[in-house]
């Protein structure tokens, strides 16, 4: 039933474990983002060593699921090394696993060293945002037995930002020459072709699929047209049959659409978060953690999937 609908309402996408805890449709999972970088392009974001303990406390409380771990910034940026990476971020997996033992703890990275040495200090998942650019992640993820986020960017290299990217059109006679709205069917079609095949490799090398997240990756390798027909087209993406993974937080289609900077995407995210929601998303990226939660327990349960934590209006 992934990816159907059913009384008007989109089936539940699939179920997410990991390290032995299943999250099913009443509990969309919400990973905070906590970033050990002085040049995140959200700077409340930024955090140094003392600033990633306090922020990671802080989303424990608002109602975080998942840490998201990162040490370099996406975009362009000065170069950071291997070395520096698990510098900044494998202390920190460290801390956060001995503090917040409940806590799942994932690791955003690219690389399979950093990956490796995030395994070994305790990760339950990689962050693989850059789409299999190092190919031996996902092995690190099978030899742990830990889960992997499968991602797409139109094949963009690590650190590197769009310019004029084009999909083939799903239907030529759609749009017009240089209509930037298009080919918007194309971008679905290379999305779930692409995290089709790289999720299928992960459950190949032995990972659990409820442990394989597909990310259609907004903005990375799109312009805004494609991120908006993404959010709109998520139930492509259900039918996959692995969990969906949204990053949608604050991100430049958001900013775009409201001509809005950074600081003032809140709610053009949730707008977005709640669309993704209600057609079956499951696990939400973001820096904004109890708006996010509450956000997205008022989609399920408006979906029908969670009962309300107080119902006592009419009845009593």
Same mark, same amino acid.
Request: aromatic share 4%; proline share 7%.
């Given at each position: ?103 799942l703890v994932s690791v955003d990275t690219w690389r399979s060293e950093v990956a490796r040495a995030a395994a070994l200090a305790g990760a339950d998942l990689l962050n693989d945002t850059w ?8 092995? &690190? =993820? $099978?030899?742990? +037995?830990?889960? %992997?986020?499968?991602? #797409?960017?139109?094949? /963009?290299?690590? *650190? !590197? ?80 049959g692995y969990p969906v993974l949204v990053a949608l937080s604050r991100k430049d289609f958001v900013g775009e659409t409201l001509d809005l900077p950074p600081d003032e995407r809140l709610e ?6 709640? &669309? =993704? $929601?209600?057609? +079956?998303?499951? %696990?939400?990226?973001? #820096?904004?953690?109890? /708006?996010?939660? *509450? !956000? ?21």
């Open positions: 039933m992934t990816g159907a609908v059913i009384g008007g309402v989109p089936a539940a996408g699939a179920d997410v474990r990991l390290r032995g805890r299943t999250f099913g449709p009443d509990r969309p999972v919400v990973m905070a983002v906590v970033n050990r970088t002085p040049d995140s392009f959200y700077a409340p974001a930024r955090h140094d060593e003392a600033g990633a303990d306090a922020a990671v406390a802080r989303a424990v409380e608002e109602g975080a699921d998942v840490v998201d771990l990162g040490g370099v910034r996406a975009g362009r940026g000065p170069r950071v090394d291997a070395a520096e990476e698990i510098a900044r971020v494998v202390p920190l997996v460290e801390r956060v696993r001995a503090r917040h033992p409940d806590l789409a299999g650019h190092d190919p031996h992640l996902v092995e &690190v =993820a $099978a030899e742990f +037995g830990i889960g %992997v986020v499968c991602s #797409h960017t139109g094949g /963009a290299r690590p *650190r !590197t930002d769009p310019l004029r990217v084009e999909y083939p059109r799903s239907d030529p006679g759609v749009g017009g020459p240089g209509d930037p709205r298009e080919p918007l069917d194309g971008v679905v079609d290379d999305v779930v072709r692409v995290l089709a095949a790289a999720a299928a490799r992960a459950v190949g090398l032995g990972i659990d699929s409820a442990s394989v997240l597909v990310d259609p990756t907004h903005d990375f390798g799109k312009n805004t047209w494609h991120s908006l027909h993404l959010v709109r087209r998520t139930q492509a993406l259900v039918a996959l053009g995210t949730l707008a977005a978060t709640s &669309v =993704a $929601a209600w057609l +079956g998303a499951r %696990v939400f990226r973001a #820096h904004d953690v109890r /708006a996010t939660r *509450r !956000t997205l327990d008022m989609v399920a349960a408006v979906r029908g999937d969670a009962v309300p934590a107080r119902a006592v209006r009419g009845l009593a």
